[in-house]
């Protein structure tokens, strides 16, 4: 299953208690004061993982909390400081303050760490309130709470290439023929119910790699909640470049321009930002396509909105290389 928001609540491990104590010792009739300090208390610490790609495990175990410190002991013994722990996350995790809504830490690169909740101090034992005046001090402190707060995780994959479209368009069969992914691919709409990513290598010389979103489809209406809706769209937020891949073989019953136009709509009710994003025009199944038109009335729009235009079938493999090229191009920073 995938999941990509969760709440979860971690508890930093509270000081130890400052310990009230006098020496007492054979021959030494008035000892002073001994009571060593509280240990601090462990951190919880998200560090995020290469291994973990949903935020699944969170929902079996939503609570995390780290160790307590020791409490100060008599003969000045400082109490140990409590175990931290390190809680994994994948990597493209945003942590929220699930009061506030403040955005904490965004983990972008695999072993990126964060403190979430900060140990409390330990208390002052009677020790260290001795002076030359006040040498029988009974001042002890008690060790500070940790931190305990409850955070949203919001996971949103980090890819360079969106594939957006209707269903049925063709986006998981065109991710399973440039990369290794293997999402099920069917001619039934929503065969894709979450998020895929795909590693496409370059036939470049230096075989750059760039990473590709293979994500559900959108149909009209889906920012009011057909289909499935629109949230998943934030797996693409981040991405440099969508893939626009428009069905323009008859079964699809419906007009290319038509269904271009719709997506484009939807992408804006999610976000501006998004629909702005740099784009390529992909017609596909262009090997099921009877009437030239419906790939020519495509390619007139595209050239109106000054986006690039590309052709392909999945199944016979013409264009393929062609659009892994602009994509490689549009979506990798030029190399020197
Ligand atoms: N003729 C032909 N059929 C294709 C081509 N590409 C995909 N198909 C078929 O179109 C149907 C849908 O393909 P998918 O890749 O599952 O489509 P999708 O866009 O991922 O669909 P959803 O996951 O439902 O959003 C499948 O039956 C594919 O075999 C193509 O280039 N030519
Ligand atoms: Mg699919």
């Not at 930093?12 to 009739?29: H, Q, T």
Request: charged fraction near 25%; aromatic fraction near 4%; hydrophobic fraction near 35%.
């Amino acid at each position: 299953m995938f999941i990509d928001e969760v709440i979860i609540r971690v508890k930093a491990g509270d000081g130890g208690n400052g310990c009230l104590a006098f020496r007492r010792e054979k021959f030494v009739p008035r000892g002073g004061p001994s009571g060593g300090d509280g240990g601090r208390g462990g951190d919880v610490v998200m560090v995020a993982s290469p291994h973990h790609n949903t935020l699944l495990h969170f929902r079996f175990n939503p609570e995390h909390k780290a160790q307590r410190g020791r409490h100060g002991e008599g003969s000045n013994k400082t109490g140990h400081d409590g175990a931290s722990i390190e809680v994994a996350t994948p990597v493209g995790t945003v942590v929220q303050d699930a009061e506030t809504g403040e955005v904490l830490h965004d983990f972008t690169q695999a072993g990126d760490r964060f403190i979430v909740a900060h140990g409390g101090r330990g208390g002052r034992g009677n020790a260290r309130f001795a002076t030359s005046t006040h040498q029988a001090p009974t001042e002890h402190e008690e060790g500070r709470p940790g931190d305990d707060r409850k955070l949203r995780l919001e996971l949103k994959l980090l890819a360079d290439v969106g594939l957006v479209g209707f269903p049925n368009a063709g986006k998981s069969t065109l991710i399973s023929r440039i990369s290794a992914a293997r999402p099920k691919i069917a001619d039934y709409p929503f065969t894709t119910l979450e998020p895929h990513l795909g590693v496409v290598t370059t036939d470049t010389e230096d075989h750059r790699s760039f990473v590709v979103a293979d994500i559900p489809g959108l149909i009209e209406g889906a920012h009011t909640g057909h289909g499935l809706g629109i949230q998943f769209l934030k797996h693409i937020e981040r991405t440099r470049l969508l893939a626009h891949l428009v069905d323009v073989s008859e079964s699809s019953g419906r007009d290319p321009v038509h269904d271009f136009e719709i997506v484009m709509t939807e992408l804006a009710s999610f976000s501006e930002d998004l629909a702005k994003k740099p784009m390529i025009v992909v017609a596909t199944k262009i090997d099921a396509a009877q009437d030239p038109k419906r790939i020519s009335s495509l390619k007139a729009l595209a050239r109106k909105r000054k986006l690039p235009f590309h052709q392909i079938s999945s199944v016979t493999g013409k264009g393929i290389a062609e659009l892994k090229r602009a994509m490689a191009e549009a979506a990798l920073p030029a190399s020197h």
